[in-house]
């Protein structure tokens, strides 16, 4: 249980958004992955929390906030967020499709982010090479038969699995969590539904202008995911002035989750040198 936690929900367009606030001091907000739900911070908030206000939200379509029932611009929903919530600049994490969000929304509002860390992401228009990850068509065709537990399965075996291991390879009681989290937004097909076609894609996008950046950048990534998180962890690395890159052993796309101890130590060493 986390302690000192005020939880609530802000009415944005038509729709709740749940979320909690830990901690206070200077803000960071934490941003999920497409596949699962706030609840993947679990193991960061109390760490973070004793040096800063720590903000998690669930995004349209995901654990406790309303159905997704059109494209979303998550770039949108995060700015209405902080506006709802009076935060004029944060701190600002995101893994997989929010480092994506993120990395636009610093583009598009500089002046709104302190600091940046990515976790397993893509810019977006960043095209993706090479074989693509297995079982992703297999999990796709789940999707549209409304073969919600398949698809699930495979979502957690191509994100928390990774390439290289199997479902016995990984442990137990956190991808136990990670398909509880995912199976609720495959319901409801929130994929499909949000973020297939994302509404109002920043134009040009974010791989061509990655050197307009320049607020404190900290990219991870897992040794284990898919390689092209891995280039492009390098490419970002590269093009983003005075980034500094980190690869955490062991884990796949939620290294959070896999190595808190070790991503933590990251974080923080990154938080305090800024």
Not at 37 to 50: G, T
Not at 76 to 91: G, N, Q, R, Y
């Amino acid at each position: 249980m986390l302690m000192n936690t005020q939880t609530n929900t802000l009415s944005i367009a038509d729709g709740q958004i749940h979320y909690d606030i830990t901690g206070e001091g200077t803000p960071i907000i934490l941003c999920h992955a497409g596949f699962v739900d706030s609840q993947m911070w679990n193991p960061q908030i109390n760490i973070l929390s004793q040096n800063f206000q720590v903000i998690r939200y669930d995004l349209r379509g995901y654990g406790q906030s309303s159905p997704a029932t059109q494209p979303m611009s998550r770039r949108h929903e995060l700015l209405a967020v902080m506006e709802a919530l009076e935060i004029d600049k944060a701190i600002l994490v995101g893994c997989s499709i929010s480092g994506t969000t993120i990395i636009d929304f610093t583009l598009k509002y500089p002046e709104k982010v302190i600091a940046l860390i990515t976790i397993s992401a893509t810019p977006s228009g960043f095209e993706l090479q090479g074989e693509p990850p297995a079982h992703i068509f297999e999990m796709f065709g789940a999707l549209q038969q409304g073969d919600f537990e398949t698809a699930s399965e495979l979502q957690t075996r191509i994100w928390f699995d990774g390439m290289t291991r199997t479902p016995e390879q990984v442990d137990t009681e956190l991808r136990t969590h990670v398909k509880a989290m995912n199976l609720n937004a495959v319901q409801r097909n929130t994929f499909l539904i949000a973020d297939s076609q994302p509404l109002n894609p920043l134009d040009p996008p974010a791989v061509t202008r990655l050197s307009e950046i320049h607020v404190p950048t900290l990219i991870i990534a897992g040794a284990l995911d898919h390689p092209e998180i891995a280039r492009s962890a390098t490419l970002m690395s590269d093009s983003i002035s005075n980034a500094k890159l980190s690869f955490l052993e062991s884990s796949a796309h939620l290294p959070n989750m896999e190595q808190a101890d070790e991503f933590n130590r990251s974080v923080m060493a990154f938080l305090q040198d800024l």
